[in-house]
């Protein structure tokens, strides 16, 4: 009974790499492709009409192309301009094409301490909440949203780190972590759309400030350097990326909504407005 | 308290609603744990059965290391496993990072050290009682490890349930090596890492208590075989 | 009956052994010969075991030597049965086998002989039985058994009637008694001086560590030669 249950064990064991063998790709992209949703309403149609699986491994923007330079991702799906095109630029991968976009949110409690909901200006807004001294959960995680929330302290010029410990609160964590832990403690932060209209545990936070072209949020795909990685399943991953920045894939995005809202809107095919 | 009883509802819809994405979850977890309970059994027990016999210079500080490596975090674990499997890595060529074979590999460099430390635990004290017989039956320490594994057997059903019960509980490793990839290596923690993340905590605990049950099952399991084998071994 | 290439006579010289700088065995020189059961008798701590352990092999002395007789390797033809038996978490008849398979033995020839030897021991009808749930009366004819299987030229016992009671003491000697007459030197330790005239062919008298006397039975219990055996078998305390 021994030998036949290790017998067994092995069998399955052994059996892992002819899994691994089928026909896929994986793509390294961020928490909020992936806790929004829209992945799992897009892949699916990937899927059927190619008959490539897709693997998602989701991280915050920085880790997802570290993921990428490493060579353990065949393309990477991510939203933070600059460090994309450093990605591009040390040769790790490219050409950078632009997919889709969103935008981000201010959120905040409903007694909003420093007195900014329905503010247009969130550079205005992000003086207050730092004057007010008032709780601000940051990702501090090298995602996207916290690269676009340092843009935004920069240009509202304040230096949070000073508020590091009291007020200014980073988390370095996910999106959803982050939203949880500003949930918790009434505190205000920066989550991208999508996200947000998934996210549940929302007690008493709300939507405080939006709608500034300043919280834009593009998304780009870059295929990893096959001369890098001669591994990286350059006929699939190009499939993809062709796919998507194509009039299917680009109607498949904009098919996605929540509660009839629309999370991110396709914008392959028209050039990308610079924030 | 809402979210408790939600939680519970829940639960108690996961389970016998038979949804195949918990399902397949469901078996990925106990086929990546059990696997990698087996895998770390092939070394942890024969290990410790060595270190529960044998004297030689060094035995001590691989005792102590191996008490230490059971405190081992599974974030370390999985970072070190990462690394080494990453394509830039020098396994990198097996192609195993973000497969359940990943997986597999960090929970077993888990749970090896546990088996090996709980291993020489449970045989060095049937080694006190054997030694002089088996000597004098012309069995050396050598030849006593299978010996001992073999009469410890029921004793160390006990040891391959820690180890299971560390490796289905953790997250850190799976979650690193794994990449929590929907519908292939997502397992019972990471999907509940994911609920939370996602702000659904019922659905989150939901899993948890799953998760508990699955365990709970497997233990329950293990006990009545001891029991039954107690009874007959004495 | 017995092979040409006999194992025994079994010599010591001088041999003496120390443990943690405290000696326990002092310069004994002795023979042992083929025949009826040699019994080493002797106070408590007088160093009985640790000298059936020398023999054995179990130990090894810090002073003089061993001798086996012949050219055949010695550590194959003895046996060894412990006061308390220490019996493997298995079946009656899986610990009787064990040793046959270190042996080298067969399958077949190790189930044949081991069912022998349980026959022997009375214990042929518990085969299957968890051999720890066995009483202790049982478990030590189970030892005798198994080590009986090995067919040993030479068995050594250490005390095996000491944790018996009355019934199960005569069921083990009746056990030596056979092994005995079947040719098997035996060579045990006992504390009980009953036992030991019942079973004696000759009696090694040790005290303190050192061998004070080999001599037949009945000359020994009639007559012993020093007064540490006379006072001894009168019953003093001697220490």
Not at chain 1, 138 to 154: F, V
Not at chain 3, 166 to 184: F, K, R
Not at chain 3, 218 to 225: D, G, S, T, V
């Given at each position: 009974m021994h030998r036949r249950f290790l017998a067994a064990a092995l069998v399955a064991l052994l059996s892992l790499p002819a899994l691994a063998q089928e026909r896929s790709i994986t793509i390294a992209s961020t928490t909020s492709t992936e806790q929004s949703g829209l992945f799992g309403h897009l892949l699916p149609i990937f899927t059927r009409e190619t008959g490539i699986a897709v693997r998602v491994v989701a991280l915050g923007t920085g880790q997802a192309l570290?993921?990428?330079?490493?060579?353990?991702?065949?393309?990477?799906?991510?939203?933070?301009?600059?460090?994309?095109?450093?990605?591009?630029?040390?040769?790790?991968g490219g050409p950078r094409l632009h997919v889709m976009f969103n935008d981000f949110v201010l959120i905040g409690p409903a007694a909003d301490p420093a007195g900014i909901a329905g503010q247009r200006d969130t550079a205005e807004a992000l003086r207050r909440i730092a004057a007010a001294r008032a709780p601000f959960?940051?990702?501090?995680?090298?995602?996207?949203?916290?690269?676009?929330?340092?843009?935004?302290?920069?240009?509202?010029?304040?230096?949070?780190?000073?508020?590091?410990?009291a007020w200014y609160r980073e988390v370095g964590q996910g999106m959803g972590p982050a939203l949880n832990t500003a949930a918790a403690q009434g505190a205000y932060i920066l989550a991208d759309r999508g996200t947000w209209l998934a996210f549940r545990n929302r007690q008493d936070l709300r939507i405080v400030v939006e709608g500034d072209a300043r919280l834009f949020n593009q998304y780009g795909v870059m295929l990893v350097n096959p001369q890098r990685h001669l591994h990286v399943k350059v006929a699939e991953a190009q499939r993809f990326i062709d796919w998507i920045v194509a009039p299917a894939g680009q109607a498949a995005i904009a098919g996605y909504q929540i509660n009839g809202e629309q999370l991110f809107f396709p914008n392959a095919t028209v050039p990308e407005p610079v924030s | 308290m809402n979210d408790l009883s939600a939680a519970f509802a829940a639960a108690a819809g996961l389970l016998a609603g038979g949804d195949p994405a918990v399902l397949g979850i469901i078996g990925l977890s106990l086929r990546v744990s059990l696997s990698a309970v087996v895998i770390a059994a092939l070394v942890g027990l024969p290990l410790g059965a060595l270190l529960a016999v044998a004297r030689f210079p060094g035995r001590g500080a691989l005792i102590v290391t191996l008490n230490a490596l059971m405190g081992?975090?599974?974030?370390?674990?999985?970072?070190?496993?990462?690394?080494?499997?990453?394509?830039?890595g020098p396994l990198g060529s097996l192609g195993l990072l973000f497969t359940p074979g990943a997986m597999i590999a960090a929970q077993a460099v888990l749970i090896a050290p546990i088996l090996a430390a709980l291993t020489r635990q449970v045989l060095e004290s049937y080694w006190e009682e054997y030694a002089e017989q088996l000597r004098s039956f012309g069995a050396g320490p050598w030849r006593a490890i299978p010996t001992l594994l073999w009469d410890g057997r029921f004793a160390l059903l006990t040891v391959l349930l820690a180890g299971f019960g560390r490796a289905s509980a953790e997250v850190g490793a799976v979650m690193i090596v794994g990449g929590n990839i929907e519908g292939f290596t997502r397992v019972m923690t990471t999907a509940i890492a994911l609920e939370t993340s996602k702000g659904d905590l019922p659905l989150a605990l939901a899993l948890g208590m799953v998760l508990m049950a699955i365990v709970l099952g497997v233990n329950a399991a293990a006990q009545t075989l001891r029991g039954a084998a107690t009874r007959w071994a004495g | 009956m017995r092979a040409p290439?006999?194992?025994?006579?079994?010599?010591?010289?001088?041999?003496?052994?120390?443990?943690?700088?405290?000696?326990i065995l002092h310069d004994v020189s002795l023979t042992i010969e083929a025949g009826p059961p040699s019994v080493i008798i002797g106070p408590n701590g007088a160093g009985k075991s640790v000298l059936l352990r020398l023999l054995h092999g179990l130990l090894a002395p810090s002073a003089g030597r061993i001798h086996w007789s012949g050219i055949a390797d010695p550590r194959p033809r003895q046996a060894m049965v412990f006061q308390r038996p220490v019996l493997l978490r298995r079946s009656v008849l899986a610990?009787?086998?064990?040793?046959?398979?270190?042996?080298?033995?067969?399958?077949?020839?190790?189930?044949?002989?081991?069912?022998?030897?349980?026959?022997?021991?009375?214990?042929?009808?518990?085969?299957?039985?968890?051999?720890?749930?066995?009483?202790?009366?049982?478990?030590?004819?189970l030892a005798l058994g198994r080590a009986a299987a090995l067919r040993p030229e030479i068995l050594f016992l250490d005390?095996?009637?000491?944790?018996?009671?009355?019934?199960?003491?005569?069921?083990?000697?009746?056990?030596?008694?056979?092994?005995?007459?079947?040719?098997?030197?035996?060579?045990?330790?006992?504390?009980?001086?009953?036992?030991a005239r019942r079973l004696a062919g000759e009696a090694l008298f040790l005290h303190r560590g050192?061998?004070?006397?080999?001599?037949?039975?009945?000359?020994?219990?009639?007559?012993?030669?020093?007064p540490e055996a006379a006072a001894f078998l009168a019953g003093a305390l001697v220490w």
């Open positions: 570290d993921v990428g330079r490493r060579g353990d991702a065949d393309l990477v799906f991510v939203h933070d301009r600059p460090a994309e095109e450093r990605f591009v630029a040390e040769g790790a959960v940051s990702r501090g995680d090298r995602s996207g949203t916290h690269a676009a929330e340092l843009r935004l302290w920069q240009q509202a010029g304040v230096d949070p780190v000073a508020g590091r410990g | 081992l975090p599974p974030v370390v674990c999985g970072l070190l496993v990462y690394l080494l499997l990453s394509r830039s | 290439d006999t194992i025994l006579p079994l010599t010591t010289e001088a041999l003496g052994f120390a443990h943690g700088g405290q000696p610990n009787t086998t064990y040793p046959l398979g270190l042996a080298g033995l067969a399958r077949g020839e190790r189930d044949a002989r081991a069912r022998a030897a349980l026959e022997l021991v009375g214990l042929a009808a518990l085969a299957d039985r968890p051999a720890r749930t066995l009483s202790v009366g049982e478990q030590q004819r005390e095996p009637c000491a944790s018996l009671d009355p019934a199960a003491t005569q069921a083990v000697e009746a056990i030596i008694a056979q092994l005995s007459a079947a040719g098997t030197k035996i060579v045990m330790t006992t504390h009980d001086l009953a036992q050192r061998l004070l006397e080999q001599s037949p039975a009945a000359q020994f219990f009639a007559h012993p030669a020093t």
